[in-house]
């Protein structure tokens, strides 16, 4: 894709709001390993299929021990610019959806910045967004009300989206993962988000949630989440199809959309999902749903006791099975493929169903029905008003997952065990964190003792050149030893403090 197709806009040639405002281009990264959870059933001693059909998961990404949001963020990025010949000036707007925190103050973007700052651009708005699994839908809605708004310079925005996802040892850590995916916001996009077709639902509830910064691993109430999903998913087609109505006058049918891409924890949440449209149509009119005539059984049953009935729930999940593989199935490659990335699963849905179905999409409208806990959700619609052909030229979703290697489920274990000793840790560098990376991975070199991180590049072999390569490297080397020697005297001061409180 030539460069001449990325330069800046002119913002006095456009009348009115820029149209067709949308992602025009897309990339991402996923970490170069990967265990299976076939592997996992049997190292775990569950039941074969708990976690292949039970979740329908298929493998599962793990990120290395040099590997964090900062570092897979820069890859993602990079990517992007670097495979579409982006001028490194033409970005405006940067904002980056995550829950992968490494600091509570700092921003994942301001660590991005590196990456535009040695091409002269920190001319860049945005910032990071955060809750729980939304936070990259926010940072997509941002970028193109930007795009849209009176502040827009004609440049164009970057969502970057996704997370490392862990979990303690336990039943949810199979739905663990990790990706991040980088999009291109601008005007005359072949994805477009359709104007005035959003609707949203918001509430405070404890389904999932992080309060502390001393572990990775987050506190679920996994029955209670899978009801505030569905539930939220129920209020927001309602909602939508308001708006639908208030946009056009013509009352909305789930026939008028071509596929549906959800927020995919995992894929049997996905597949319940499908089929709480289809219900939503059945309430409306019993008889628009031949294939639901099964759930006559269930009338007069109360909604909310549909999210979390047995029965009802492999009812509706039955009958609904050919419009899930319809409308479904061609969205849940990467998803099967990578396992769950919080803020990234809805866009890896919508990158699988380019490489799917790229032929077959011009003119298609796509739902989209994003999810975070605690919680906020929106249901809002793509327009593909052109080719996306060249997205899947560029992203080669297949043969990047097919070049991943295999860990085994006792290595994946030794993996989280690592990554928890080293998440309150520094003061320490990470020898020989390029192994086993892609050409071109960002990763964490060290922590320093004013807890910095420092990022290099990998190469396939570690070269001068490469070692003269960090993106994050200040001129610090100086106050290395006086910092160590500060650090040293606050642990004893910390000491000191600690034994005072036992002894008085």
Same mark, same amino acid.
Request: charged share 20%; hydrophobic share 35%.
């Given at each position: 894709?030539? $460069?001449? =197709? ?5 913002? =006095?040639?456009?009348?009115?709001? !820029? ?129 849209? =708004? ?20 336990? #039943? ?53 989440? $899978? ?37 995919? #924890? ?55 099975? !050919? ?98 000793? $080293? ?46 390569? #960090?993106?994050?490297?200040? =001129? ?29």
């Amino acid at each position: 894709m030539s $460069n001449a =197709s990325f330069q800046p806009y002119s913002t =006095s040639a456009v009348v009115g709001r !820029p149209d067709n405002v949308g992602i025009k281009a897309m990339d991402f990264y996923v970490p170069a390993q990967f265990v299976s959870q076939a592997n996992l059933e049997k190292h775990d001693g569950v039941s074969e299929g708990k976690y292949t059909i039970g979740l329908g998961q298929t493998n599962m990404s793990v990120a290395s021990q040099s590997e964090d949001i900062n570092s897979a963020c820069m890859t993602a990025v990079a990517n992007l610019m670097e495979k579409y010949d982006i001028p490194w000036e033409a970005v405006g707007r940067l904002e980056v959806g995550t829950e992968s925190l490494v600091d509570k103050s700092k921003a994942v973007k301001t660590t991005l910045m590196d990456l535009f700052a040695k091409h002269g651009n920190t001319d860049i708005e945005g910032i990071d967004s955060k809750n729980a699994c939304y936070g990259g839908t926010a940072a997509v809605f941002n970028s193109a009300a930007w795009v849209e =708004s009176s502040a827009w310079d004609g440049r164009y925005a970057i969502a970057v989206a996704g997370d490392i996802a862990v979990y303690e040892k336990g #039943p949810a850590r199979p739905t663990g993962g990790a990706g991040i995916f980088a999009m291109l916001i601008g005007p005359d996009a072949p994805l477009v988000l359709e104007p005035r077709l959003r609707a949203t639902h918001m509430e405070n509830v404890w389904d999932f949630y992080k309060p502390t910064m001393m572990s990775e691993y987050p506190r679920v109430d996994g029955h209670l989440s $899978n009801a505030c999903y569905l539930r939220s998913l129920d209020l927001c087609y309602q909602r939508f199809a308001d708006k639908y109505y208030s946009k056009t006058g013509e009352p909305w049918a789930l026939n008028k959309a071509d596929f549906a891409v959800f927020h995919a #924890p995992y894929n049997k949440l996905v597949q319940k999902s499908m089929g709480r449209f289809l219900y939503q149509e059945y309430l409306k009119d019993a008889s628009s749903q031949p294939a639901l005539a099964p759930l006559d059984e269930f009338k007069g049953m109360p909604l909310e006791e549909t999210y979390t009935d047995k029965a009802f729930i492999k009812a509706l999940t039955s009958a609904s099975k !050919p419009a899930y593989k319809q409308l479904v199935e061609p969205t849940e490659y990467i998803t099967k493929q990578c396992g769950n990335s919080y803020c990234g699963s809805l866009y890896a849905g919508l990158l699988s169903l380019i490489t799917n179905k790229a032929d077959e999409l011009q003119n298609k409208r796509i739902l989209m029905f994003s999810y975070g806990s605690g919680l906020a959700a929106t249901l809002f619609s793509i327009r593909v008003e052109g080719d996306v052909r060249p997205i899947k030229e560029m992203t080669q979703v297949q043969a990047r997952l097919d070049s991943r290697q295999p860990i085994t489920a006792t290595e994946f274990e030794q993996n989280l065990t690592q990554r928890e000793e $080293n998440y309150t840790k520094y003061d320490y560098t990470i020898p020989n964190g390029h192994e086993g990376l892609v050409k071109g991975t960002y990763y964490l070199q060290e922590v320093d003792a004013f807890e910095r991180r420092h990022y290099t590049r990998a190469f396939h072999t570690q070269t001068a050149a490469a070692a003269a390569m #960090p993106v994050v490297r200040a =001129s610090m080397q100086a106050n290395m030893v006086q910092a160590r020697t500060l650090q040293r005297t606050r642990t004893a001061l910390r000491g000191l403090r600690v034994l005072r409180r036992v002894l008085y």
